[in-house]
Protein backbone atom coordinates (compact mmCIF):
# COMPACT_ATOMS: atom_id res chain seq x y z
CA UNK A 1 0.00 0.00 0.00
CA UNK A 2 2.99 2.30 -0.98
CA UNK A 3 1.11 4.28 -2.91
CA UNK A 4 -1.25 5.26 -0.45
CA UNK A 5 -0.54 8.77 0.86
CA UNK A 6 -1.02 8.31 4.79
CA UNK A 7 -0.14 9.82 8.29
CA UNK A 8 1.05 8.42 11.39
CA UNK A 9 1.16 9.68 15.35
CA UNK A 10 3.12 7.67 16.94
CA UNK A 11 6.43 6.87 16.11
CA UNK A 12 9.37 7.06 18.08
CA UNK A 13 12.70 9.02 16.66
CA UNK A 14 14.63 6.37 18.13
CA UNK A 15 12.97 3.63 17.30
CA UNK A 16 12.48 4.48 13.52
CA UNK A 17 16.30 4.52 13.13
CA UNK A 18 17.38 1.51 10.83
CA UNK A 19 19.80 -0.60 12.92
CA UNK A 20 22.70 -0.52 9.97
CA UNK A 21 22.33 3.72 11.14
CA UNK A 22 22.89 2.64 14.68
CA UNK A 23 26.04 0.07 14.00
CA UNK A 24 27.55 2.77 11.78
CA UNK A 25 27.31 5.34 14.23
CA UNK A 26 28.50 3.11 17.22
CA UNK A 27 31.66 2.08 14.68
CA UNK A 28 32.70 5.68 14.30
CA UNK A 29 32.53 6.41 17.76
CA UNK A 30 33.82 3.27 19.16
CA UNK A 31 31.02 2.19 21.51
CA UNK A 32 30.42 -1.08 21.63
CA UNK A 33 26.62 -2.03 21.60
CA UNK A 34 27.18 -5.27 20.00
CA UNK A 35 24.43 -7.06 22.21
CA UNK A 36 21.48 -4.81 20.75
CA UNK A 37 21.89 -7.09 17.23
CA UNK A 38 21.07 -10.11 16.31
CA UNK A 39 23.63 -11.87 13.64
CA UNK A 40 21.49 -10.66 10.59
CA UNK A 41 22.14 -7.33 12.36
CA UNK A 42 18.64 -6.69 13.08
CA UNK A 43 17.61 -5.55 16.61
CA UNK A 44 17.42 -8.35 19.08
CA UNK A 45 15.38 -8.49 22.23
CA UNK A 46 12.93 -11.09 23.81
CA UNK A 47 10.15 -9.17 25.52
CA UNK A 48 8.85 -6.02 26.64
CA UNK A 49 11.26 -5.25 29.34
CA UNK A 50 13.82 -6.20 27.16
CA UNK A 51 12.71 -3.99 24.45
CA UNK A 52 13.30 -0.89 26.22
CA UNK A 53 16.48 -1.79 27.33
CA UNK A 54 17.97 -2.78 23.79
CA UNK A 55 16.04 0.82 22.68
CA UNK A 56 18.02 2.48 25.40
CA UNK A 57 21.29 0.74 24.25
CA UNK A 58 21.23 1.92 20.40
CA UNK A 59 19.90 5.21 21.57
CA UNK A 60 23.33 5.81 23.42
CA UNK A 61 25.49 5.76 20.33
CA UNK A 62 23.19 9.36 19.55
CA UNK A 63 25.10 11.82 21.67
CA UNK A 64 24.95 15.18 19.47
CA UNK A 65 22.10 17.66 17.19
CA UNK A 66 24.50 16.45 14.46
CA UNK A 67 23.60 12.85 15.13
CA UNK A 68 19.72 13.66 15.60
CA UNK A 69 19.24 15.81 12.65
CA UNK A 70 21.24 12.98 10.48
CA UNK A 71 18.83 10.63 11.87
CA UNK A 72 15.56 12.92 10.97
CA UNK A 73 17.37 13.06 7.57
CA UNK A 74 17.37 8.98 7.13
CA UNK A 75 13.88 8.84 8.76
CA UNK A 76 12.08 11.44 6.64
CA UNK A 77 13.51 9.35 3.64
CA UNK A 78 12.17 6.20 4.75
CA UNK A 79 8.97 7.60 5.03
CA UNK A 80 8.54 9.20 1.81
CA UNK A 81 9.74 5.74 0.33
CA UNK A 82 6.41 4.21 2.39
CA UNK A 83 3.95 7.21 1.15
CA UNK A 84 3.69 8.75 4.52
CA UNK A 85 2.82 12.46 3.99
CA UNK A 86 2.82 13.28 7.46
CA UNK A 87 4.27 12.08 10.68
CA UNK A 88 4.72 13.23 14.36
CA UNK A 89 7.75 12.29 15.64
CA UNK A 90 8.34 11.61 19.54
CA UNK A 91 11.23 13.10 20.96
CA UNK A 92 12.65 12.67 24.96
CA UNK A 93 14.42 15.37 26.57
CA UNK A 94 16.28 12.60 28.28
CA UNK A 95 18.10 11.77 25.58
CA UNK A 96 18.47 14.75 23.79
CA UNK A 97 20.52 16.86 26.87
CA UNK A 98 19.66 15.08 29.47
CA UNK A 99 16.84 17.50 30.53
CA UNK A 100 18.82 20.44 30.33
CA UNK A 101 16.33 23.35 28.71
CA UNK A 102 19.52 25.17 26.20
CA UNK A 103 20.56 21.60 25.25
CA UNK A 104 17.10 20.77 24.14
CA UNK A 105 16.76 23.82 22.07
CA UNK A 106 20.02 23.31 20.18
CA UNK A 107 18.75 19.55 19.40
CA UNK A 108 15.32 20.92 18.36
CA UNK A 109 17.17 23.47 16.49
CA UNK A 110 18.90 20.69 14.61
CA UNK A 111 16.27 18.79 14.36
CA UNK A 112 13.60 20.82 12.83
CA UNK A 113 16.32 22.61 9.98
CA UNK A 114 16.85 19.02 9.00
CA UNK A 115 13.01 18.05 8.75
CA UNK A 116 12.27 21.34 6.77
CA UNK A 117 15.11 20.27 4.54
CA UNK A 118 13.22 17.29 4.36
CA UNK A 119 9.73 18.42 3.32
CA UNK A 120 11.16 20.93 1.05
CA UNK A 121 13.04 18.30 -1.07
CA UNK A 122 8.89 16.21 -1.68
CA UNK A 123 9.39 14.61 2.38
CA UNK A 124 6.84 14.58 4.81
CA UNK A 125 5.83 17.47 6.93
CA UNK A 126 7.04 16.13 9.94
CA UNK A 127 6.27 17.67 13.86
CA UNK A 128 7.86 17.08 17.59
CA UNK A 129 5.72 15.52 20.38
CA UNK A 130 7.73 16.14 23.45
CA UNK A 131 7.62 12.40 25.40
CA UNK A 132 9.06 12.10 28.96
CA UNK A 133 9.54 8.47 30.12
CA UNK A 134 6.95 6.96 32.68
CA UNK A 135 9.98 4.67 33.86
CA UNK A 136 12.60 7.28 34.32
CA UNK A 137 9.91 8.91 36.90
CA UNK A 138 8.08 12.22 37.40
CA UNK A 139 10.65 14.40 38.14
CA UNK A 140 12.49 14.07 35.36
CA UNK A 141 9.02 13.96 33.15
CA UNK A 142 8.90 17.74 34.78
CA UNK A 143 12.06 18.81 33.04
CA UNK A 144 10.56 17.26 29.51
CA UNK A 145 7.83 19.34 29.79
CA UNK A 146 9.65 22.74 31.04
CA UNK A 147 11.46 21.82 27.80
CA UNK A 148 8.74 21.08 25.87
CA UNK A 149 6.84 24.71 26.87
CA UNK A 150 9.83 26.59 26.17
CA UNK A 151 10.33 25.03 22.59
CA UNK A 152 6.57 24.56 21.47
CA UNK A 153 6.21 26.12 18.37
CA UNK A 154 6.08 25.13 14.37
CA UNK A 155 7.88 22.00 15.39
CA UNK A 156 7.21 21.00 18.59
CA UNK A 157 3.42 21.06 18.83
CA UNK A 158 2.57 17.83 21.48
CA UNK A 159 3.79 16.42 25.26
CA UNK A 160 3.12 12.45 25.97
CA UNK A 161 4.42 9.74 28.01
CA UNK A 162 6.25 6.78 26.73
CA UNK A 163 8.01 4.13 28.70
CA UNK A 164 6.96 0.68 30.87
CA UNK A 165 3.68 1.67 31.55
CA UNK A 166 3.65 -0.90 34.72
CA UNK A 167 5.82 1.80 36.54
CA UNK A 168 3.83 4.62 38.64
CA UNK A 169 0.30 5.59 37.73
CA UNK A 170 -0.60 8.18 35.27
CA UNK A 171 -1.84 11.01 38.42
CA UNK A 172 1.75 10.73 39.11
CA UNK A 173 2.78 12.64 36.02
CA UNK A 174 -0.10 15.07 36.02
CA UNK A 175 2.09 18.15 36.90
CA UNK A 176 3.44 17.70 33.96
CA UNK A 177 0.95 17.44 31.68
CA UNK A 178 -0.98 20.11 33.27
CA UNK A 179 2.30 22.60 31.87
CA UNK A 180 2.42 21.12 28.54
CA UNK A 181 -1.58 21.72 28.74
CA UNK A 182 -1.31 25.67 29.81
CA UNK A 183 1.54 26.12 27.35
CA UNK A 184 -0.99 25.22 24.10
CA UNK A 185 0.59 21.71 23.73
CA UNK A 186 -1.33 18.52 22.52
CA UNK A 187 -1.62 15.68 24.42
CA UNK A 188 -1.17 12.24 24.28
CA UNK A 189 0.03 9.12 27.13
CA UNK A 190 0.90 5.40 26.21
CA UNK A 191 -1.50 3.22 28.02
CA UNK A 192 -3.74 0.43 27.41
CA UNK A 193 -0.81 -1.25 25.92
CA UNK A 194 0.74 -3.05 28.68
CA UNK A 195 -1.66 -1.82 31.66
CA UNK A 196 -5.70 -2.81 31.10
CA UNK A 197 -8.51 -0.87 30.50
CA UNK A 198 -7.72 0.92 34.23
CA UNK A 199 -4.88 2.09 32.86
CA UNK A 200 -6.61 3.86 29.95
CA UNK A 201 -9.24 5.33 31.76
CA UNK A 202 -6.79 6.80 34.38
CA UNK A 203 -4.46 8.34 31.70
CA UNK A 204 -7.82 10.17 29.85
CA UNK A 205 -9.30 11.30 33.53
CA UNK A 206 -5.90 12.48 34.99
CA UNK A 207 -4.01 13.63 32.54
CA UNK A 208 -6.37 14.89 30.56
CA UNK A 209 -5.33 13.58 26.95
CA UNK A 210 -7.38 13.71 23.49
CA UNK A 211 -5.19 10.81 22.20
CA UNK A 212 -4.06 8.03 23.14
CA UNK A 213 -0.80 5.97 22.41
CA UNK A 214 -2.28 2.14 21.67
CA UNK A 215 -5.14 2.33 23.93
CA UNK A 216 -6.49 -1.44 22.56
CA UNK A 217 -6.94 -3.17 25.67
CA UNK A 218 -9.63 -0.77 26.30
CA UNK A 219 -11.14 -3.48 24.30
CA UNK A 220 -11.38 -5.35 27.89
CA UNK A 221 -14.27 -3.50 29.09
CA UNK A 222 -17.01 -2.24 26.63
CA UNK A 223 -18.06 0.72 29.13
CA UNK A 224 -14.46 2.36 28.10
CA UNK A 225 -15.10 1.68 24.72
CA UNK A 226 -18.25 3.40 24.64
CA UNK A 227 -16.71 6.36 26.37
CA UNK A 228 -13.62 6.82 24.55
CA UNK A 229 -16.49 6.75 21.29
CA UNK A 230 -18.14 9.12 22.89
CA UNK A 231 -15.71 11.39 23.76
CA UNK A 232 -13.75 11.36 20.37
CA UNK A 233 -10.84 10.25 22.16
CA UNK A 234 -8.15 9.36 19.56
CA UNK A 235 -6.47 5.77 19.20
CA UNK A 236 -2.54 5.32 17.85
CA UNK A 237 -3.02 2.20 17.24
CA UNK A 238 0.40 0.40 16.23
CA UNK A 239 -1.21 -3.22 15.72
CA UNK A 240 2.66 -4.83 14.27
CA UNK A 241 3.92 -3.74 17.55
CA UNK A 242 1.43 -5.61 19.24
CA UNK A 243 1.87 -8.53 17.46
CA UNK A 244 5.73 -8.43 17.47
CA UNK A 245 5.80 -7.58 21.18
CA UNK A 246 3.41 -10.86 21.87
CA UNK A 247 0.16 -8.79 22.96
CA UNK A 248 -1.87 -10.57 20.53
CA UNK A 249 -0.86 -13.60 18.58
CA UNK A 250 -2.18 -13.04 15.15
CA UNK A 251 -3.25 -10.11 13.16
CA UNK A 252 -6.79 -11.25 12.69
CA UNK A 253 -7.02 -11.46 16.49
CA UNK A 254 -5.81 -7.54 16.89
CA UNK A 255 -8.85 -5.33 19.01
CA UNK A 256 -8.42 -2.22 16.25
CA UNK A 257 -10.94 -3.94 13.81
CA UNK A 258 -13.96 -4.45 17.10
CA UNK A 259 -12.79 -0.76 17.97
CA UNK A 260 -13.48 1.06 14.78
CA UNK A 261 -16.35 -0.75 14.40
CA UNK A 262 -17.77 0.65 17.94
CA UNK A 263 -16.79 3.65 17.07
CA UNK A 264 -13.73 4.51 18.25
CA UNK A 265 -11.41 7.24 16.31
CA UNK A 266 -8.74 4.17 15.86
CA UNK A 267 -5.57 5.53 13.62
CA UNK A 268 -2.59 3.76 12.71
CA UNK A 269 1.24 3.91 13.43
CA UNK A 270 4.41 2.07 13.46
CA UNK A 271 5.52 2.95 16.73
CA UNK A 272 9.42 1.72 16.25
CA UNK A 273 9.06 0.41 12.65
CA UNK A 274 12.17 -1.59 12.02
CA UNK A 275 12.43 -2.69 15.56
CA UNK A 276 9.30 -4.59 14.72
CA UNK A 277 10.17 -5.24 10.70
CA UNK A 278 7.38 -3.42 9.85
CA UNK A 279 6.61 0.25 7.62
CA UNK A 280 3.38 2.13 7.49
CA UNK A 281 2.75 0.30 3.90
CA UNK A 282 3.41 -3.00 5.48
CA UNK A 283 0.77 -2.25 8.48
CA UNK A 284 -2.08 -0.96 5.86
CA UNK A 285 -1.18 -4.07 3.52
CA UNK A 286 -1.64 -6.95 6.98
CA UNK A 287 -4.78 -4.84 7.67
CA UNK A 288 -6.33 -5.38 4.70
CA UNK A 289 -5.49 -8.71 4.53
CA UNK A 290 -6.63 -9.47 8.12
CA UNK A 291 -10.25 -7.52 8.22
CA UNK A 292 -11.02 -6.84 4.77
CA UNK A 293 -10.79 -2.98 4.60
CA UNK A 294 -10.73 -1.73 1.64
CA UNK A 295 -8.75 2.01 0.42
CA UNK A 296 -11.54 3.97 0.94
CA UNK A 297 -11.61 2.39 4.60
CA UNK A 298 -7.46 3.08 5.16
CA UNK A 299 -7.99 6.45 3.25
CA UNK A 300 -10.83 7.42 6.39
CA UNK A 301 -7.98 6.36 9.42
CA UNK A 302 -5.58 8.62 8.07
CA UNK A 303 -8.00 11.61 7.50
CA UNK A 304 -8.86 10.56 11.25
CA UNK A 305 -5.34 10.76 11.61
CA UNK A 306 -5.11 14.52 10.27
CA UNK A 307 -7.72 15.26 12.22
CA UNK A 308 -6.25 14.75 15.44
CA UNK A 309 -2.69 15.54 14.21
CA UNK A 310 -0.96 18.32 16.40
CA UNK A 311 -0.85 20.95 14.06
CA UNK A 312 -2.01 24.31 13.30
CA UNK A 313 -4.96 24.94 11.42
CA UNK A 314 -2.85 25.58 7.60
CA UNK A 315 -1.35 22.65 8.08
CA UNK A 316 -4.12 20.08 8.66
CA UNK A 317 -5.31 21.27 5.30
CA UNK A 318 -1.85 20.66 3.82
CA UNK A 319 -2.06 17.06 5.35
CA UNK A 320 -5.58 16.71 4.44
CA UNK A 321 -4.78 18.16 0.93
CA UNK A 322 -1.97 15.37 0.53
CA UNK A 323 -3.81 12.65 1.94
CA UNK A 324 -6.01 13.62 -0.94
CA UNK A 325 -9.15 14.94 0.31
CA UNK A 326 -10.36 17.62 1.93
CA UNK A 327 -11.79 16.01 5.44
N1 LIG B 1 9.01 3.45 23.62
C1 LIG B 1 9.23 3.03 22.37
N2 LIG B 1 8.29 2.13 21.99
C2 LIG B 1 7.45 2.00 23.05
C3 LIG B 1 6.28 1.25 23.29
N3 LIG B 1 5.76 0.42 22.36
N4 LIG B 1 5.69 1.35 24.49
C4 LIG B 1 6.20 2.17 25.42
N5 LIG B 1 7.30 2.90 25.26
C5 LIG B 1 7.92 2.83 24.07
ZN1 LIG C 1 5.04 4.02 21.38
Redo the contacts with the bound molecule.
Sequence with gaps: MKSLPKAELHL?LE?AAPPAFIAGLARQKKIDIARVFDERGDYAFDDFPHF?EV?EAATSVLKTPEDYARLVTAVAGELAEQGVVYAETFLSPDFCGGGDVSAWRDYVAAMQEAALAAEAQGGPILRGVVTCIRHFGPDRARRAALCAAETMGDFITGYGI????MMGRPKDFAWSFDLAREAGLGLTA?AG?WGGPVSVREAVEDLRVTRI??GVRAIEDLALVDRLAEDGIVLEV?PG?NIA?GLYPRWDRHPICQLWERGVKVTVST??PPFFHTTLSDEYDRLAQAFGWDEEVLAGLNRVAAEAAFCDAPTRERVLARLGGTG
Excluded at 162 to 165: F, L, T, V, Y
Design positions: HGLYAGNEHEGHCSLDD
